[in-house]
């Protein structure tokens, strides 16, 4: 037997318990911690769950404003270049033709 069992045996009987009603105590005292350890960890985890949902909704809150942002400069950048394109549109058919020209080379080079 180990000997730090067999010191406390020794102490029960001296101090003349019985060893089966000091194991029920220290079970009793250990299941009372084990239930006070889980209802913290579910109380623990209740709050983090909320706390990822908080931090997720705001996320979401900053992107659909980001997003909103970013929409309106791409209309303005859009804006700027159709009137670009409507006072001379010469560069833009330049660049239209030779993409076209580019492509056509390009497959027509592959099917052979």
């Known amino acids: 037997m180990d000997t730090a069992a067999k010191h406390t045996l020794r102490q029960l ?3 003349g318990e019985d060893a089966t009603d000091a194991l ?7 299941r009372r911690e084990i239930a006070e350890i ?3 960890a579910a109380h623990y985890s209740g ?3 909320h706390d990822v949902q908080h931090n997720a909704g705001a996320l979401a809150r900053e992107m659909r404003q980001q997003g909103a942002i970013v929409a309106r400069q791409l209309n ?5 270049a159709g009137r670009a394109i409507q006072s001379n549109p010469v560069p833009v058919i330049v660049a ?4 076209a020209l580019l492509s056509t080379l390009i497959f027509m ?3 052979r």
């Open 24 to 30: 029920s105590r220290q079970i009793a005292a250990l």
């Open 13 to 15: 009987e001296s101090r």
């Open 38 to 40: 889980s209802e913290a």
């Open 47 to 49: 709050h983090t769950l």
């Open 76 to 80: 303005r950048q859009a804006s700027v």
């Open 96 to 99: 239209l033709g030779t993409l």
């Open 109 to 111: 080079r592959d099917d």
